[in-house]
């Protein structure tokens, strides 16, 4: 199989209007779907953020019943030339820095926490895997 890259992912969240006012308000990602108390889903380019309530989503019959816990993981990439404003508006926002990694190709990556403690990391487009 010849995959072109991951066209959606997922998150397991239990307030999904603290996801929304997060995601939506705080990060600026477009609304694509909400269905209160159920899940919400998110457009980052061509590319899709899906958040789950876990409770619903593992008692659906259709998609396949999915659901997980604890601290999940997620990487958004910016362009390298936007990696420091990235950087600068996550602090202006009040958002706590957690970590900066310097990878072995000389490029930083920060991580921070979305308000469930789902750990969200910004990565520039060029370097990290390349």
């Avoid at 991951?6 to 705080?26: G, N, Q, S």
Wanted: hydrophobic letters at 35%; aromatic letters at 14%; proline letters at 4%.
């Amino acid at each position: 199989m010849n995959f072109i890259k991951i066209k959606e992912t997922c998150l397991y969240v239990h307030d999904l209007e603290k996801t929304k006012k997060f995601y939506h308000e705080v990060l600026g990602l477009e609304i694509i779907n909400y269905e209160e108390g159920k899940h919400i889903f998110f457009r980052l380019g061509s590319s899709v953020l899906l958040c789950f309530n876990p409770e619903d989503s593992k008692t659906k019959k259709t998609p396949p019943p999915h659901y997980g816990g604890g601290k999940q993981h997620v990487a958004f990439e910016v362009k390298k030339s936007d990696y420091n404003y990235a950087k600068a508006e996550i602090t202006s926002k009040g958002i706590a820095i957690i970590d900066e990694v310097i990878w072995k190709s000389g490029e930083t990556s920060f991580y921070f926490e979305d308000l469930e403690g789902n750990v969200l990391e910004i990565l520039p487009d060029k370097g990290i895997w390349d």
